[in-house]
């Protein structure tokens, strides 16, 4: 088994960063593709952004292209999501997840194993 932990969520004003973090536990030799997925109040959970177990692949969805980066350190067994130039839309909970098997692009939610709690992200305007 595999335990995650997301950690940095926070209250920030439009325009501001954030920096998320997911630390992984147990049997972390079997995780591969990592992602992070946003669900807002009130809508479906949406694919954030995924990497590959060597971190030398990287999916993103639109919306966050050119404002979020996701990485990982392998060696600390955590992911972690920048995330620059805030809007008030990008406000939801932040989970991270992670797969027992190498995925394509990480887009689709019901390809991952193991799931964090999540952490809330605000963004004000």
């Known amino acids: 088994q595999v335990q995650l932990v997301e950690s940095g969520g926070g209250l920030v004003q439009a325009g501001g960063s954030l920096r998320l973090s997911c630390a992984a536990s147990?049997?972390?030799?079997?995780?591969?593709?990592m992602g992070w997925f946003a669900q807002a109040p009130g809508k479906e959970r949406e694919f954030v952004a995924a990497?590959?177990?060597?971190?030398?692949?990287?999916y993103y969805a639109d919306s966050v292209k050119g404002r979020f980066t996701i990485f990982r350190d392998l060696a600390k067994n955590t992911v972690y999501l920048q995330m620059n130039s805030l809007k008030p839309e990008d406000t939801a909970v932040y989970s991270c997840?992670?797969?027992?098997?190498?995925?394509?692009?990480?887009?689709?939610?019901?390809?991952?194993?193991?799931w964090g709690q999540g952490t809330q992200v605000t963004v004000s305007s």
């Open positions: 997840a992670a797969a027992r098997r190498p995925l394509t692009t990480g887009r689709d939610s019901a390809e991952y194993d193991y």
């Open positions: 147990g049997r972390t030799n079997s995780m591969y593709t």
């Open positions: 990497i590959s177990r060597s971190g030398g692949s990287t």
